[in-house]
């Protein structure tokens, strides 16, 4: 059984940026096991408001801290305000017969708005639920999870998942319960992941949409039988394309609806970590918005007619935050080399900048709020972590999505996997934002944090 973490109180520190001549020297000059490092870090972080709508007011609550040793976290508020967080921790899974994650993932709740959080038992032996693929609360109360790995069927066309269940507010959990994933088509196996590990699965990530006739949405992305194309800084991984999936019957099943989006051509990485929500009142009510992961630029497209078809993804660039302007940052890296020992100044995938990981939430009220990391670059952003756009953001959005006028810096020049979730609390236009600061390997500290963030909007005469 895993071993519960240190208390709150051991390892506290600031995290501090590592300043070193050379990528390749700073990787290489102190061994780090990322199973035995420090887990606590404090946050002093001062959001930034980089473009400004003079309607929206934003008012940030204490950090708080949630999981220490906790990355990349995922969520869900429940309808009485129950926060569910869970991250990564620097802990070994157990072994498993089907694709799990390189690490353990540790759930936390917290029932007092984030005051206090206890961490949840695992069954022994097993890894449980991976919440990246996301969870929500149906209409009549229910709670579904989807964990995020999709592996292969009896046949070629079918794969298998599992669904997670409580009816009792997260107290009790049930399952793995089996789900069948219809999908002709996709191809799991012929790519690594981004570390070169042979890999077999698809990815179900983020949001999972409850349509008005009790339908469920979500996206996965992965390949299809002929996306060849390769990564651009890890050649045994292949390009991959999101895809939407629908359950009839709250996710006992899945069929495949649609390519959201592919390209052979687009970023590092292809489409992936999508992020899937609906609009549900106005002059738009029931388009779908998806953003993105590319490896560079955030990519977004929308679909009218229930995600059967979809605009051709484009661009979103916010508040001026262009991943190609190397310009801004390449006298910060010259000289540098990646492992490899190679310039990274005059490399086009190296000095790139990304944005990773976007959250997007439509709140009660109809405001849209989206969050992404941007990395600075895109690898060499954790040995050299202090670029002022190296961070986490947030964005808001009061035209359905067309425009997202009012864009704040959460956090800059700090350490961070650039991994971010949002959800919506009881109170209306008042989110919880977790995100975290760390990284896997500099042995400086990680941890899992959170706010509430308070929307007010005002007439503007």
């Known amino acids: 059984m895993i071993q519960p973490l240190l208390s709150q109180a051991v390892a506290g520190f600031l995290l501090t940026s590592v300043i070193s001549s050379t990528l390749a020297a700073a990787d290489s000059a102190k061994p780090i096991d990322p199973y035995n490092v420090p887990v606590a870090v404090k946050a002093n972080n001062h959001p930034e408001t980089l473009q400004q709508n003079r ?105 298998l998942g599992q669904i997670y269940l409580s009816r009792d507010d997260w107290k009790t959990l049930e399952g793995p319960i089996e789900a069948v994933f219809h999908l002709p088509g996709v191809v799991y196996s012929g790519s690594s992941d981004d570390a070169g590990r042979p890999y077999q699965a698809a990815r179900a990530h983020r949001r999972i949409i409850e349509l008005p006739n009790g339908d469920l949405l979500t996206t996965l992305y992965g390949w299809f039988k002929g996306d060849e194309a390769r990564s651009g800084y890890m050649p045994t991984m292949k390009k991959t394309r999101v895809f939407l999936v629908r359950s009839p019957d709250r996710g006992r099943t899945w069929n495949l609806v649609s390519t959201v989006a592919v390209g052979p051509d687009i970023g590092t990485e292809g489409y992936g970590e999508a992020v899937l929500e609906r609009i549900r009142k106005g002059p738009l009510a029931g388009r779908l918005l998806c953003q993105m992961r590319t490896g560079r630029e955030l990519r977004e497209t929308y679909s009218d007619d229930e995600g059967k078809t979809w605009v051709p993804a484009y661009p979103r660039v916010f508040a001026d935050l262009d991943v190609y302007r190397t310009e801004k940052w390449v006298e910060m890296f010259r000289g540098a080399l990646d ?71 959460l956090n800059s020049g700090v350490r961070t996997t650039h991994y971010t979730a949002i959800e919506e609390t009881p109170t209306d236009n008042q989110i919880y934002l977790a995100y975290d600061l760390g990284d896997w390997r500099s042995g400086q500290g990680r941890s899992t944090y959170g706010r509430t963030v308070d929307i007010s909007l005002k007439a503007v005469h």
């Open 339 to 409: 492992k490899q020992g190679r310039p990274i100044d005059n490399n086009p995938v190296e000095l790139i900048g990304a944005v990773v990981d976007p959250d997007l939430l439509v709140l009660r009220s109809g405001i849209i709020v989206a969050t992404f990391g941007v990395r600075v670059p895109p690898r060499a952003c954790w040995p050299r972590a202090e670029h002022p756009w190296n961070g986490n953001y947030l964005a808001i959005s009061l035209d359905d999505g067309k425009t997202w006028d009012h864009v704040v810096r």
């Open 55 to 159: 309607r929206v007011s934003l008012k940030f609550g204490p950090e708080q801290l949630i999981i220490p040793g906790g990355l990349q976290p995922s969520m869900l508020v429940t309808k009485t305000g129950a926060r569910v967080v869970q991250s990564q921790m620097p802990e070994r899974p157990f072994p498993s017969n089907r694709q799990a994650s390189n690490w353990a993932m540790g759930t936390y709740i917290s029932r007092d708005e984030g005051k206090n959080w206890k961490r949840l038992p695992l069954t022994p032996g097993e890894n449980g639920l991976n919440m990246e693929g996301g969870a929500i609360q149906l209409r009549d109360g229910l709670i579904l999870a989807l964990d995020t790995f999709v592996t292969p069927g009896p046949t070629p066309e079918i794969g």
